[in-house]
Structure formats: C-alpha cells, structure tokens
C-alpha cells in the first residue's frame, strides 16, 4: 500500500480533535475543527468537493461529496460513530 505524504499528519491531526472535543459530537463538528488545524498547519484542502460519478464515460449528477480532499492527494470521509460497520467502509 503506497501512503499519502500527507496521510500521517492528518492522522495526528484528527487523533488531536477528537482529544480536544471527546466523542459524541456531529461530524461537522469535527469536520470544522479538522479543517481549522489543517489551515494552522499550512496544508492545503478542499471542503466538501463534489466527485461526479463517471458511469459508461458519461459524467452523472449523482456523484459522491467528498468531506475533505487533502493535497489533492488524499481523500478524508469523516465518520462520527460509536463503532464502525462495514456500511462505513468504501
């Protein structure tokens, strides 16, 4: 598995968050404050950036909102929950 440059930073970064915040908070919340230390540590993002869904190379509007694109690199689906399912897992 080839990692992103920026994936073990983010990893801190969020682990941060969540000890800050604790557990129990919608995942704007943590979206916002994720967000927030990314811009304190001068790592370039995208919020909220609509993926088209290319199906039979026709490009669909009912494609996919990514929560966080870091570097245009590495892509962040935020998740607020007490336990993950394998409906969380993409």
């Known amino acids: 598995m080839i990692h ?3 994936s073990s930073k983010v990893i ?3 682990i941060e968050v969540h000890q ?3 557990p129990g908070l919608l995942e704007s919340a943590y979206e ?3 967000c ?3 811009l304190e540590a001068g790592i370039s993002f995208q919020r909220q950036k609509s993926i088209p869904l290319v199906y039979k190379n026709t490009k669909l509007d009912c494609g ?3 929560d966080l694109i870091v570097g245009d690199s590495l892509l962040i689906e935020l ?3 007490e ?3 394998p409906i969380h897992e993409a």
């Open 20 to 22: 800050n915040l604790g």
């Open 32 to 34: 916002s404050c994720l």
């Open 79 to 81: 998740k607020a929950v």
């Open 12 to 14: 801190g970064l969020a």
């Open 83 to 85: 336990k993950k399912l």
């Open 4 to 6: 992103d440059p920026y």
């Open 36 to 38: 927030y230390e990314l």
């Open 64 to 66: 996919f909102r990514a």
